[in-house]
């Protein structure tokens, strides 16, 4: 059984991260370029934590499996980025900034993880300001903010619809520049797929050139993980195709827990799904929702008429209706929930009744259709390639889609995993976000774990490690790591089967989708973890992986992810099953308030759920941290 | 103007560069498909191909693909001689069928330039965009030693207009639309965008001079006014900017030359 002790500093709530800093130990820096340190990832969490380990005097290898670090899925955030500056005088504070986050996460985050994150959210905007991230400025030539869910300042700072690019650029431009200057010496195209374990510690992984198919192995002092979230388990989802979960799977079955696999983001404003061939859904920003009314018809017959010719008084704004003080700006679990049961009520709009309007026809009458494009243009831009329609003239049809996971590898303040030497950062982590995610939080966790969090906590482990102790790339345990690497890839492409990957995948997303999405109950989940085992089983029988191990194979790299996705798939439909609550995200409908509202169960579930692997077919063990709220009162959500 | 009916369904034929990998010898290949919805994108019709052929026991076509939603720069393929096909400030993720006609015969290349070598099929190797990047493409600000960030105003038409270059999303179209395979927008992009802002005043010349050396040094070409390259950007970037990026260079240039910089050296101990 793992030991799961969070190792939150003791103290006053506002002191913890001051104090702890201050009694970290240091490693000095003569000693600091003897420790060699994996980075596997370069989102903003991997891409600050590789440049600001290498700017500290470590050495550090990067390792991405896209062609650029710059190509990582940070990239495509759209709205925004939280931090408690109060530029605009509105009220904000650390405080509030530390209160929404724990509120929006349905009081299932840690209280000293999540204080931290809000104090050092200031940080994070004077490091990219200082990088020349080119955030919206006022005429006054000072930052501009603008609005988010979940909270009633406007705190977030965004470049245009594209802040995640931005910020990004600004990680990868820092990132390039430790490169270029020798520090950190870059893998791209190399995708890990294990890591090895050296006397109960993290001391290197096992790569694939995805180029070149070599298998290869790297020691390293400590591994660095910030390889993103497991959404695409759900096949159709906001994320890249290649985003994937295979880097913490592998973690996983080497021993790190996996926490909260259940929690995760159905985004209410997407693009609705249009055709079986679809690999892609597009998420339409949060950021809309400050200017965009969402409503369905108030009657059924009127769902396929023209939303033009339905009268106001014949519209359900059902967001304003039901949270008159957010309003369309509830939290992501909320607004899409109430999307769902709109369209259950057969209210739902466009030819599949799966959809609802997010309106801009008030904000074109205020603001004039240039006010409204300087605000939302690439949005609009984007909606109109994807569906040949001006939502300048018509309101957008949205639909829910998988957009973010809150589950990650389980890590304790320093941001260790229960393996030593195991450090998780950004999505791949579950710490910061609890049950649900609030916008514009993704970028401010991801840049705070690597600038501001990893590059002091991993000195305290580096400090327990003697300089030069690290285990060479060719001791017994990394040749077992790469044989039983070399043996998937070979059961892979030895199969002869019928399918190809695509086949499983699109089976195993619709699965997921219907029976652990955006509302989950006991005899679905029960029947899911029924089916997947056996579509696992039959991927293994029947699927069809074309070409060599030594070339670039994409059927291969995307065989391997899926294997992943079938095992991974059924820990979320059990930990689903498990957690007999509804909170933030995840929504049993055995357990609601007779408004539909989610009923959480704090004396029984007011803990984080950290799963350990127990071998192949045997079942995992469920480990749990309690979560001893000190100093905030867990109490009912309420955005009324 | 009178809606043209939108077809249910429309069939295409995709002539295909297939290359086994580096450096071997290429050639199209065609590739029928039916019934398609023009819903369907571009990159979804390759992946609907590379099913039939996996079920027919053939091997897929490698295509360089990620976010699909023409961000990430991932996806670069030339379409009909276009790099990322037909239509304006689009990638090739975010091309629809709808674009195409019943009966078509679509040509699909990697993008060509002697500084972006083929990997396998439609896949190149831009890492020297990276290296472009490494040599300069940065303000070196150290995590922990930023000032307060409203410290230091920058008119907003100067931080729009740094937006407008910083939008590059690194994918190459640039290039391969160019004649000369010139890498001078995706450079300029950079040079401006940093340029523009106050914080990237410090080594403003510095990064001109290293950033258009490695360019030189990697076998782009140079630019001769033609401005392919804005056209064929999936962000619309201007090739004013390479104006600007000409007139740093010459600066820098000139300062370079009248007044070196000083040795510098360690401090005291």
Redesign the interface.
Known sequence: MATLDSHVPPGPLADKWRRHKADIRLVNPANKRKYEIIVVGAGLAGA?AA??LA?LGYKVKCFVF??????A?S??AQGGINAA?N?QNDGDSVHRLFYDTLKGGDYRSREANVHRLAEVSV?I????????V??????????ANRSFGGAQVSRTFY??G?TG??LL?GA???L??T??AGLVE?H?QAEMLDLVIVDGQAKGIIVRDL?TGKISRHAADAVVLATGGYGNVFNLSTY???SNATAIWRAYKRGACLANPCYTQIHPTCIPV??D????L??MSESLRNDGRIWVPRKKEDRLRPPASIAEGDRDYYLERMYPSFGNLCPRDIASRAAKRVCDEGRGVGETGLGVYLDFADAVRRLGEGGVRERYGNLF??YH??T?ESAYTAPMRIFPAVHYTMGGLWVDYNLMSNIPGLFVLGEANFSDHGANRLGASALMQGLADG??VL?YTIGGYLATQPPGSRPGADGAEFMAAEASVTAMTARLLANKG???V??FHKRLGKILWELCGMARTRAGLEQALRQIPALREEFWADV?V??SAA??N??LEQAGRVADFLELGELLCRDALTREESCGGHFREEHQYPDGECKRDDEHFGHVAAWEYQGEGKPPLRNVEPLNYEFIKMSVRNYK | MVALATPRTLSVTLRVWRQA?PGQPGKFVDYPAKDL?P???F??LL??V??G???Q????I?F???????????CSCTINGKPHGPGQ??ATC?L?L?TFRDGDVIVVEPFRARAFPV??DL?T???A??RI??????????????????A?????GD??L??DA??C??CGACVAACKNASAMLFVAAKVS??GL?P??QAERDRRVLAMVATMDSLGFGGCSNQYECSAACPKLISHDFIARLNRDYLTASLRATFQPEPAGGGGAG
């Open positions: 600050s440049s600001s700017d896209h062609d650029s670090p710059r190509r899925h990239i495509a500056k530029y940080n905007i004077d490091q990219c300001v200082a990088q020349g080119p955030f919206a400025r006022e005429y006054g030539g000072l930052l470049a245009r594209q690019q931005q650029l990868y431009s820092a390039s520049r490169i270029g870059l791209p180029v890249a195709r290649g249009s055709g061939y679809q690999s892609k597009t998420l831009d984007i390639e994807i040949a600038y501001f590059p019928r399918q190809p695509s086949h069809l074309p070409g070339t670039f994409q059927s | 990998g919805s819903n369907m994108s990159l979804e992946d609907v590379n099913d052929l996996t079920l026991g053939g091997e897929p490698a360089a693909h990620d976010c699909r939603e023409g961000i990430c720069g991932t400030g689009i975010q629809y709808r990997v396998k896949v190797d831009r890492t965009f990276d990047q490494q040599a300069g493409g940065f303000i070196t600000a150290r995590a922990g030693s930023a000032p307060e960030a409203n230091l105003p920058v008119p907003k931080a729009d740094a937006m910083a939008q999303i690194g965008h940093l802002l914080q990237g």
